[in-house]
């Protein structure tokens, strides 16, 4: 059964990835190292109890590219490929923000998360440890799915604890709140 929901998990995640600069390829997605990359991010959806974020990296395998994953609860009906030939796809921005009606502000704001999150390093600040990475897919997910209370765990199966990355995540977001003002 575990395996089976990692499965539906890893789909949901891949179907939902995006990269700024889309590609024009027809890459696949992999994960990367799973929770042995370091990442070391773990979260849990807390209002239903039904998804868990285990630290892995969303990689292109046509040019190392980053992703992410939008919304890990929504499926992505407008693919026209059969669910076993729509794994691991990278789905385009377009498409994206047309299915599944992405506002400009929503659209902006995921877009400053993942410039300021994972890789992002200036003379303040550094986020090039994987630990970024994580966090800036809980703040994707909690900016797509404001119903849902994403919380971080102490591990892969460790508990619940909302203060855990607080200080990163308050980083992150004064970055983002601070770019229209610089």
Not at 54 to 73: R, V
Not at 125 to 148: A, C, E, F
Request: proline share 2%; net charge positive; aromatic share 14%.
């Amino acid at each position: 059964m575990k395996k089976l929901i990692f499965k539906i998990i890893i789909f949901l995640i891949s179907l939902f990835s995006i990269n700024i600069n889309v590609l024009a390829n027809d890459g696949k997605i992999y994960m990367d190292g799973y929770t042995l990359s370091g990442v070391e991010v773990f979260a849990k959806d807390v209002t239903y109890n039904s998804l868990d974020y285990n630290g892995w990296i969303i990689k292109s395998t046509a040019n190392n590219y980053i992703y992410y994953c939008i919304d890990p609860a929504t499926h992505m009906p407008f693919l026209n490929e059969s669910k076993a030939d729509s794994y691991n796809k990278i789905v385009s921005e377009k498409d994206i923000i047309s299915k599944l009606k992405i506002d400009e502000n929503t659209l902006t704001r995921i877009k400053l998360l993942t410039y300021y999150g994972y890789g992002y390093k200036d003379e303040k600040y550094n986020h090039t440890s994987k630990k970024w990475y994580g966090i800036t897919q809980v703040l994707i997910w909690r900016t797509m799915r404001p119903d849902v209370t994403w919380t971080f765990k102490t591990g892969r199966y460790g508990g619940i604890k909302a203060s855990l990355h607080f200080n990163e995540v308050s980083e992150l977001l004064t970055l983002v709140y601070n770019h229209s003002k610089t």
